[in-house]
């Protein structure tokens, strides 16, 4: 059984403090890794997608990948009241069409 | 239109009625999926369509029956549904295997 963890939260995190969220995955054929945001009652939306191990930055978002113990996280800088939501980890193998496994999500509250 | 869209966004039936999903894609994709989203568990893939060739069945009840007439298309037809099948119905679309983008889903309740 092919398993995505993620800590369900929720996160707390004053305003302006970086938020770190973990992923840990069990299949060691993942090769692309996927962050999703999903606010309260949305649907989820793209924030960031990692392939190599090391550091991808994206504006006040960094993924960190490392395959070698099977982990991806996310940091958010920052943080502003409007990164309060919920935060999806996905993982899909490379030669698979679409089969992308989520994690459960962890939520993110920031607080002013 | 931009992005994906789903139609409808909200949808009341009972275990009787037959009904339709509709998902639209607008950003020249070839691949479209189903997600079933219920509450605090993952989101679960159900079907996808890579070229209109339906590629994966993830073990879906027959009462849930998948439709894609082309690539910017898909549909999710819905019939003799119980009430654990009330959910959030997502579709999303992506170019080859890349990245997925999500269309804002049906809220779909079976009484």
């Known amino acids: 059984q092919k398993e995505v963890e993620q800590n369900s939260g929720p996160l707390s995190v004053p305003e302006g403090a970086i938020a770190s969220l973990n992923c840990t995955y069990s299949?060691?054929?993942?090769?692309?890794f996927f962050w999703y945001r999903q606010y309260s009652g949305k649907s989820p939306e793209l924030i960031m997608f990692i392939y190599s191990n090391g550091d991808k930055e994206d504006g006040r978002f960094t993924a960190q990948l490392n395959k070698a113990s099977q982990y991806v996280s996310l940091l958010i800088r920052d943080s502003q009241p409007s990164d309060s939501a919920t935060y999806l980890c996905a993982v899909k193998e490379d030669d698979s069409w679409g089969k992308l496994q989520f994690g459960a999500g962890t939520q993110v509250v920031v607080t002013p | 239109e931009t992005g994906v869209t789903q139609t409808p966004r909200h949808l009341v039936m009972g275990m009787t009625n037959k009904k339709s999903l509709k998902c639209e894609q607008h950003l020249g994709h070839n691949a479209m999926y189903w997600y079933k989203q219920s509450a605090k568990k993952p989101l679960e893939l159900m079907f996808v369509y890579n070229f209109k060739e339906q590629t994966e069945n993830n073990s879906v009840p027959s009462r849930f029956s998948p439709e894609c007439p082309n690539s910017s298309h898909l549909f999710l037809h819905l019939h003799t549904l119980q009430p654990e099948d009330s959910a959030l119905y997502l579709c999303?679309?992506?170019?080859?295997?890349?990245?997925?983008?999500f269309g804002p889903g049906t809220r779909l309740t079976v009484l």
């Open positions: 999303a679309s992506s170019r080859e295997r890349n990245e997925q983008f």
């Open positions: 299949d060691r054929g993942s090769q692309s």
